[in-house]
T-cell receptor
Framework: QQQVKQSPQSLIVQKGGIPIINCAYENTAFDYFPWYQQFPGKGPALLIAIRPDVSEKKEGRFTISFNKSAKQFSLHIMDSQPGDSATYFCAASTGSNYQLIWGAGTKLIIKP | ETGVTQSPTHLIKTRGQQVTLRCSSQSGHNTVSWYQQALGQGPQFIFQYYREEENGRGNFPPRFSGLQFPNYSSELNVNALELDDSALYLC???????????????FGPGTRLTVL
C-alpha cells in the first residue's frame, strides 16, 4: 500500500513533443505528490509538486495532472527539448512526515 | 543549486568496514532525511531527523544510524558494510517541521559508496 508505481520505464520523444509519465498510488493518506528530475551523477531536483485539492498545476513547461478518484497523477512536458533528457521520478508523502515514497523512475530521451 | 552539500563525493570501502557520510543542510532547515538510491532505482527512505531527534525510519537495519547537529549538519553511519550497501546516498533538507504545510525537500548531490 506504500508503493508508487511509475510508467513507462523509458521514453523516447522527438524535440517539441509532449512526453507523459504516469504514476499510481494506493495509500489514500498521501497528500503531497512531487516530481523530481535527476541527471546522471546528480541528486534529484524538485520540478513541480501538487496536493490532492487541485486537479492540475502548471509551472513553465511542466504540468501535473491529478486524478484523486483514480489515485493517479501524471507529468506532461510541453515543447520538450534535448536538455530535458534525464530520469524523472514521481513520489508521494503524507503531511505527518516527509518520508517520500518514490516511483522507480522514467528515463526520458528527447531526440533533436 | 539547493544549498545542500554532501561529503565525500565518492567512497570505496571493503565489506565489514564502517563508513560515515556527511551532509550540510541549508541554514534554517530543521528537518533532514537520508535516502539510499541503488543504481537504476528510485531512492529508498532510510530515516529522518527533526531538531536532532529521529522522526521516522524506513526498512533499514540498525547498522544504519544517524545524527543531526544544531549547526544544520548531519551524519549517516553504516556499520558492518555489505556488498548490497553500494549505492548513492542522498540527504535532503526541508524548511518546515513534519506535519507542516511545506513538504518540499531539497537534495544534495549525493555520496557514491562502493563496497568491495
Amino acid at each position: 500500500q506504500q508503493q508508487v508505481k511509475q510508467s513507462p520505464q523509458s521514453l523516447i520523444v522527438q524535440k517539441g513533443g509532449i512526453p507523459i509519465i504516469n504514476c499510481a498510488y494506493e495509500n489514500t493518506a498521501f497528500d503531497y505528490f512531487p516530481w523530481y528530475q535527476q541527471f546522471p551523477g546528480k541528486g534529484p531536483a524538485l520540478l513541480i509538486a501538487i496536493r490532492p485539492d487541485v486537479s492540475e498545476k502548471k509551472e513553465g513547461r511542466f504540468t501535473i495532472s491529478f486524478n484523486k478518484s483514480a489515485k493517479q497523477f501524471s507529468l506532461h512536458i510541453m515543447d520538450s527539448q534535448p536538455g530535458d533528457s534525464a530520469t524523472y521520478f514521481c513520489a508521494a508523502s503524507t503531511g505527518s512526515n516527509y518520508q517520500l515514497i518514490w516511483g522507480a523512475g522514467t528515463k526520458l530521451i528527447i531526440k533533436p | 543549486e539547493t544549498g545542500v552539500t554532501q561529503s565525500p563525493t565518492h567512497l570505496i570501502k571493503t565489506r565489514g568496514q564502517q563508513v560515515t557520510l556527511r551532509c550540510s543542510s541549508q541554514s534554517g532547515h530543521n528537518t533532514v532525511s537520508w535516502y539510499q538510491q541503488a543504481l537504476g532505482q528510485g531512492p529508498q527512505f532510510i530515516f529522518q531527523y527533526y531538531r536532532e531527534e529521529e522522526n521516522g525510519r524506513g526498512n533499514f537495519p540498525p547498522r544504519f544510524s544517524g545524527l543531526q547537529f544544531p549547526n544544520y549538519s548531519s551524519e549517516l553511519n553504516v556499520n558492518a558494510l555489505e556488498l548490497d550497501d553500494s549505492a548513492l546516498y542522498l540527504c535532503a533538507s526541508s524548511p518546515s517541521l513534519p506535519g507542516g504545510l511545506n513538504n518540499e525537500q531539497f537534495f544534495g548531490p549525493g555520496t557514491r559508496l562502493t563496497v568491495l
